[in-house]
């Protein structure tokens, strides 16, 4: 059935551990920032107990006398039976007690804590596994910034001030937008920017352009997932795993401007501009792209649209196409005694007569990967000039749609082959070209 979580004042109540060793010491490390006053009782006490300031020791053994006053007591010695003798005697006068590696001789449990300043998390599962609680822990402890103790004791130091200004009604949002600028943003806060907040006066917000990365949803960066986590918009294009999108907050707008079947994608314009209009209406904007913003992903367009307008911006790496989706499907760019480097092409352009880059023949002739984006229309055309290049109609090659493609294959051949054997398998777009020894390669596990 699990625990209840209360959460109680231990501010100046008296508590108990019965114990010196190592055991009694991490219960009152866990104990000691939420404040009680703590006695320990052992024949023997660590130094590092001894050290504590504000304890009171008393080196005996436990008597029954040694509960009256307490308000909760820690049975932690190196006795299993004197644990349970203690815990009996603390559940016949209805004082909390917590036996050490005893559930059954417990009313309360230690959870799992995670404190930053006035936040506290606690995770338990009511001893089924200490194992889960911690891991449990340390994802609660990685979402939650260090500053975060910080943060809060600044909104504290606000409440006062906006409860004298503000009439009752118009203070819950108030608050609510004072954390989501001082979370976006950093705080303090100058004054210009706490009026605006408190008035309710529209500020620009900030675009962040953020690579998702390619295939899985957690293959997304920290950063850019945190970002995601609290943004009052999300603008995203196609080729994205569904529950990124699940991580933006409930309110936030999601703003589809990618390419779907029978859709065409957004004109570039009309996404800068949609930019700029989400930032001028004070959000924090996530403009999410698949792979790297700045590889074939336009971003730099949208950087210098958004600079252009006065728009704070920032660039969130991702891990781009041109090395995950080979990667995904066991194939390296780069290894040893195979490829020393690789290139990475787009198989578009408007700058030639035949739309293809008019570098190809140097590409050609150059040693490691060769990998294209956007080159399956073009697939033909690319293995037919790179061996008129001088290439081996016998170089290893493949096509990759990667997991998120409608169809997700990998299909390998050489620059002889790989354009039919593309077409039988009935591969489609997105995918990536990789033509160099290392496509030859299948390291997957």
Known sequence: ?????????????????????????????????????????????????E?????????????PAMLEGTFFVIAATDSREANREIAALCR??????NAVDDKEGCTFLFPALVKRGD????????????????????????????????????????????????????????????????LERGFPLEEAALAAVLTGTPRAGKVYLVGAGCGAADLITVRGLRLLERCGAVVYDGL?????????????????????RGRHSAAQEEINA??????REGKTVVRLKGGDPFVFGRGGEE??????AGIEWEYVPGVTSAVAVPGRAGIPVTHRGVSRGFHVVTAHTADSADGMPECLEDLARLPGTLVFLMGLSQLEKIARRLMGAGLPPGTPAAVISGENAPRPMAVRGTLNDIAERAREAGAEAPAVIVVGGTAGMDLKA
């Open 119 to 182: 936040l506290t998390v606690g995770v338990s599962t009511a001893g089924a596994s200490p194992s889960a609680a911690a891991w449990v822990k340390r994802r609660v402890s990685a979402a939650v910034p260090e500053g975060f103790g910080a943060l809060l004791a600044y909104l504290a130091s606000l409440r006062p001030m906006v409860r004298e200004r503000l009439p009752e009604e118009k203070r819950a949002a108030v608050f609510s937008r004072l954390f989501s600028v001082c």
């Open 1 to 49: 059935m699990g625990y209840f979580p209360f959460f109680m004042d231990l501010e100046g109540r008296e508590g108990l551990v019965v114990g010196g060793g190592t055991v009694a010491a991490r219960k009152l490390q866990k104990l000691l920032p939420y404040g009680p006053r703590l006695t320990v009782a052992a024949p023997e006490i660590l130094p590092e107990i």
């Open 303 to 308: 950087a210098l649209a958004l600079q252009a």
């Open 240 to 260: 994205l795993a569904p529950e990124l999108l699940d991580a933006a907050p409930e309110g936030a707008e999601k703003i589809y401007v990618g390419k779907r």
């Open 51 to 63: 050290a504590v300031p504000g304890l009171t020791l008393l080196r005996r053994t436990f008597e």
């Open 274 to 279: 949609l930019l700029i209009a989400k930032a």
């Open 92 to 97: 016949k006068k209805d004082i909390p007690v």
